[in-house]
């Protein structure tokens, strides 16, 4: 049986992911050597990654995330502040957070995680940060360019228009290529209406 690479997240709205493809835009023309940035057409708030399934446990894990969602309405989330990890002088991974009802957000990730667990997916052993990856740094990257591009996150703020409702978990495909990831959404589950 097929093997998928697949994770379930929160996809973002078009006026979104333009106002992260700027802000890109903006870190890259005065970008640091050594530095992978994502395509911001695919990024997307990673609520639990499952890794390779079979195709036949498709309809299994969209149930669980069916029952995750059922009780949780809709909720605004909104792009927050420029981050890294694990510290601006030793940069790994460029981020932007996101604010809101975070606490819905959390409660659906907690909710997902303990159905998912059910059906033998371990559970994450780090706590959940949500967070949308801009960039991450290469291994061959000098300790000045992850410097660098710590000093760069520090003084950049993101475009404040990155206000949206979360209506809808989705479950992802992710097919790895030269050009990068390639991101397809082959289940949903819809929040509480």
């Known amino acids: 049986m097929e093997e998928i690479r697949s994770f379930i997240a929160i996809e973002l709205p078009d006026k979104v992911r333009q106002g992260l493809s700027r802000l890109v835009a903006q870190l890259k023309s005065r970008q640091p050597d050594g530095i992978k940035w994502v395509d911001p057409t695919g990024i997307h708030l990673t609520l639990k990654f499952l890794g390779n399934i079979t195709s036949g446990r498709i309809s299994e894990i969209t149930g669980a995330m069916a029952e995750a969602s059922r009780e949780i309405p809709p909720f605004s989330l909104e792009i927050k502040d420029l981050g890294v990890f694990p510290n601006l002088n030793r940069v790994q991974v460029a981020w932007v957070s996101v604010g809101g009802e975070t606490d819905k957000l959390v409660r ?6 303990s159905n998912l667990q059910i059906l033998g997916f371990p559970p994450e052993k780090r706590g959940f940060a949500p967070h949308l990856t801009l960039a ?9 360019d992850r410097r660098e591009l710590g000093r760069l996150i520090a003084v950049t703020k993101p475009d404040p228009t990155g206000r949206f409702t979360v209506g809808t978990a989705s479950l992802m495909q992710s097919q790895l290529s030269r050009e990068g990831a390639v991101y397809t959404q082959i289940g949903a589950a819809l929040l509480k209406k």
């Open 136 to 144: 991450r740094v290469r291994r061959e990257a000098s300790s000045q």
């Open 108 to 113: 659906l990730q907690q909710r997902l995680e």
